[in-house]
């Protein structure tokens, strides 16, 4: 068992926690923790320059993708294909999405955090350079799949890093400004886009632009972001002993992967900072940095890349993040659609109109943050101080209240598109779906890392695993299930969708999640 259960008498509870302050924002500190720990070690001036950083390389890569929301017609007219064949490269880019995190997330809990930042943020460079000067259609198509896979670490090893500097009281919030940078980057992008091809600018500039701010983002992480990588000394000792173990005979190993968790660890929880196993709460000792180099150790780096596949067995983190990727996937049609939409008539939007028409969804997201992040922890913090013991679950409490508005903002982008209501119509319905998209994008993405804490950077590959593989499939359809079912019934049917599975699994998991979490062998306090 690898957390404290203090109302089953399990072991003692670890040290309250210290607020203090610091620079200019409130700061929290672990008296449980040694003051070489990245949580005690930093200031909160430095937590909220790496927070801001993280935030911006969130926001870079789903920019990036959407930067041609309004430049359909040019880019086919490039590459000689039909303006609605250029979507699809944004399911390309989302692929490597998918599979980027299988190479990331590793070598960040292995070599450390640093080295993926830099070297991720480095290879996206010259992918910029690839897509400014694409000749075809195919090359194009390739350059977005490398570019989003060389930048895929920015899905997954940011909340890791949150969750190696903050206390878990403040970890919701602060993930909900990383979640909020990532929502808005996909709104924002078309603005940008607009501005450009209407002053009879070349789409190759979009890219340059693209050049640019992912060389300020290697800048960034080169000269800013320390390493956060918390290696325990009882960790160290673990892994050797693991790997120690790979040679012995095949019922050994089978025994060992048999008792203990996935990559034959039993790592103890590196935001809490004490050790469970034996007991009671201690504190550990340890060293910021990397914890063995994967040449030293291909076996063991293999099972490392593993472990998300394994974490995928986990009943409440699979079946959460398939449900947010298919949120996702709504979001990512309603602004494939619109563009399309509004640039024909009646609606006949000009180039900069319809850039500008992407701030109702924009406004929405960053709106809907505090809900997902500051009410998220609100609603956990008073229910843990209620009962005694923290549970992520608690978290979704914060999602039941959006989900008939999820329901209904679909409806009416239906209706305004079959019926063609006015255009605000869309835009308000949009924006409101944004605000509850994003504010279930943080309780549901903090939701999934709390459920498996020791491990959130495998939960954030499974959560963002999903999500991208939706985010891939839909622009294949997306239009064309329009046309052919009209868009009332299209986007009625996903409203539903939303409203039904998510009441669902939120009535389960608040029910029955911690039961499930005990019975599948996770950590129960989050």
Known sequence: MTDVETSQGLGKAPPPRQPVKKGFFSDDKDASLPPNHPINALTATRKFIILCILAYTGFVPNFSIAIVLTAFPQLGEAFGVSPGTIPNTIGYSLLGFAIGPLIWNPLSRTVGRRPVYVIGSFLQIPCAIWLALSPSYNCFSAARFFASFFTAFSQTVPPATIADIFVPSVRGSKMSAFTVAVVIAPVLAPLICSAVISQGNSWHVLFWIILGMAALQFLLFFFLVPETLWVKENESAALDSAAANTDGNESEKGETHRNMPPLALRLTDYTSGYDTAAGGARPHHGHVGAAWMPWQRPGEFFHVMASPVIMAQYIPIVTVSIYYGMLFAWSVGITIVMPQLFAQPPYSFSEIALGC??????????????????????????????????????????????????????????????????????????????????????????????????????????????????????????????????????????????????????????????????????????
């Open 357 to 526: 028409a992407f701030l109702a969804f924009g406004i929405g997201a960053v709106l809907g943050k505090w809900s997902g992040g500051v009410v998220g922890d609100i609603i956990v913090n008073r229910l843990t101080a209620k009962y005694g013991v923290r549970s992520p679950e608690y978290r979704l409490w914060g999602v039941l209240p959006l989900l008939p508005f999820l329901m209904a903002a679909l409806c009416v982008v239906g209706a305004s598109i079959e019926k063609e209501w006015h255009w605000a119509a869309l835009l308000v319905a949009g924006g409101v779906y944004y605000f509850c998209f994003s504010a279930t994008t943080g309780l549901l993405q903090t939701y999934v890392s709390e459920c498996y804490i020791t491990k959130p950077m495998d939960a954030q590959a499974v959560f963002v695993f999903f999500k991208s593989i939706w985010g891939f499939v839909i622009p294949f359809f997306i239009s064309v299930w329009g046309d052919n079912d009209g868009f009332l019934t299209e986007y009625c049917i996903q409203g539903a969708l939303a409203f039904a599975i998510g009441a669902v699994l939120c009535t389960l998991f608040l029910a029955k999640g911690r039961s499930i979490r005990k019975w599948q062998g996770m950590p129960l306090d989050g």
